[in-house]
T-cell receptor, first 110, second 119 residues
Framework: SQQGEEDPQALSIQEGENATMNCSYK?????LQWYRQNSGRGLVHLIL?????REKHSGRLRVTLDTSKKSSSLLITASRAADTASYFC??????????FGTGTRLQVFP | DAGVIQSPRHEVTEMGQEVTLRCKPI?????LFWYRQTMMRGLELLIY????????DSGMPEDRFSAKMPNASFSTLKIQPSEPRDSAVYFC?????????????????FGPGTRLTVL
């Protein structure tokens, strides 16, 4: 069974707007990662945040982690049509194994 | 680097036939993962290897599924006999520990996937 649940399941916005996706998980973690999947493609790693970190930035991406609430959020600022994809969170705990969430489908309209 | 290579990209077969999916990980990566993705169940980890040794196969659905990694540059996932409910996209991913980091501090690199249809 999957550990991560993502919210919303689908999100539609206009170019230039910000997109926020949330991920909740159930057990302890060492790290939480976010991946993007374009239609018909494999997943691509975006960013990793460790359990002792609260916020991380990479370009237009901002990730927050709240271990007390077992949740994370991914913010994409100034979205572009090319950001249209599904976004997944993934967690690990003391192994190489990643448990992926259910994903958020993001549609950015030009 | 060419990235993770999977073959075939598409496979259509009839129920009862044997299916073999192939994966070549990125050179130097020592962990390899097989996933299955469907609309209903999302992305599921089937099995993963570390240094060619199977570490966790708890996600393998049943005995019809088997996976091997005879060397560091090649892995196979076999389904025998195949059933219509096995229809899915199967991904292979590889990773390596970041220098100086713990073994689980790493990102996974995914292949393009094999879309399997069992009629």
């Amino acid at each position: 069974s999957q550990q991560g649940e993502e919210d919303p399941q689908a999100l539609s916005i206009q170019e230039g707007e910000n997109a926020t996706m949330n991920c909740s998980y159930k057990t302890s973690i060492n790290n939480l990662q976010w991946y993007r999947q374009n239609s018909g493609r494999g997943l691509v790693h975006l960013i990793l945040i460790r359990s002792n970190e609260r916020e991380k930035h990479s370009g237009r991406l901002r990730v927050t982690l709240d271990t007390s609430k077992k949740s994370s959020s991914l913010l994409i600022t100034a979205s572009r049509a090319a950001d249209t994809a599904s976004y997944f969170c993934a967690t690990d705990f003391n192994t190489d194994k990643l448990i992926f969430g259910t994903g958020t489908r993001l549609q950015v309209f030009p | 680097d060419a990235g993770v290579i999977q073959s075939p990209r598409h496979e259509v077969t009839e129920m009862g036939q044997e299916v073999t999916l192939r994966c070549k990980p990125i050179s130097g990566h020592n962990s390899l993962f097989w996933y299955r993705q469907t609309m209903m169940r999302g992305l599921e980890l089937l099995i993963y290897f570390n240094n060619n040794v199977p570490i966790d196969d708890s996600g393998m659905p049943e005995d019809r599924f088997s996976a091997k990694m005879p060397n560091a540059s090649f892995s196979t996932l076999k389904i025998q006999p195949s059933e219509p409910r096995d229809s899915a996209v199967y991904f292979c991913a590889s990773s390596h520990p970041l220098a100086g980091g713990p073994i689980n501090y790493n990102e996974q690199f995914f292949g393009p996937g094999t879309r399997l249809t069992v009629l």
